[in-house]
């Protein structure tokens, strides 16, 4: 069965630094997404991505981050300069089509910014 | 925002046990999906909703879209333990972004 694959499972970086998560999409979906999950706590949105251009963000998905499709299979979430609250478990999830379709995540990256 | 609220925050049960756990909101979503989350990796689909008043199964699994659009159960009948886990319901709120619930840790004694 098709799924949703991340790189790395595990990063940990000073603050400051830049980071890329990078995410393989089930292959025919055209909708992808970045949620991330802080310890203990339920997981929220940061954006969605459809034609090569955000379509939604969310009030955390500020300047520091950045979404790209650099080619056709990968998509990726790229931190500028990481804060320690930055800290989180880092889900990518793609579905096939808007709206009702159902979204598929990823095993996720675990992120420890110190 | 939406927001969803889930309860029961936790839940502690013997094995073969029933489990029932629902979300409630103020706001209308069109579609409800319930995840089911095992530590260190990400949620995996349980069921999903889409019209309101749907009841759909999944094995033991059964979960209903509530007819206001505004809640939603999941019931696991003779739970076992590999059910353990952390449960999510989750709303389509906007176009694509999903909204979750709070999860409800559900804990099985063989």
């Known amino acids: 069965e098709p799924e949703v694959t991340q790189t790395p499972s595990h990063q940990v970086t000073q603050m400051g630094q830049e980071v890329i998560l990078r995410c393989v999409p089930i292959s025919n979906h055209l909708y992808f997404y970045w949620y991330r999950q802080i310890l203990g706590q339920k997981v929220e949105f940061l954006v969605s991505?459809?034609?090569?251009?955000?379509?939604?963000k969310s009030e955390i998905f500020d300047d520091q981050f950045s979404v790209e499709r650099p080619d056709g299979s990968n998509f990726t979430l790229k931190i500028r300069s990481t804060k320690l609250e930055d800290s989180a478990m880092y889900f990518c999830a793609s579905s096939a089509t808007s709206g009702v379709e159902t979204q598929y995540f990823g095993p996720g990256t675990r992120l420890l910014v110190l | 925002g939406q927001q969803l609220n889930q309860s029961p925050q936790s839940m502690f049960i013997q094995e073969g046990e029933d489990v029932s756990m629902n979300c409630t909101s103020s706001s209308i979503f069109n579609t409800w999906l319930w995840y089911k989350q095992d530590p260190g990796e990400g949620p995996v689909l349980l069921i999903a909703l889409y019209k309101a008043g749907e009841l759909t199964s999944n094995g033991r699994l059964t979960a209903q879209f509530g007819i206001t659009r505004k809640d939603s159960f999941l019931n696991i009948s003779a739970s076992i333990p590999s059910e353990v886990g952390i449960y999510f319901c989750?709303?389509?709120?906007?176009?694509?972004?999903?909204?979750f619930g709070q999860g409800t840790r559900l804990t099985i004694n063989p």
């Open positions: 991505f459809y034609n090569n251009e955000i379509s939604e």
């Open positions: 989750a709303g389509l709120g906007g176009a694509q972004k999903l909204v």
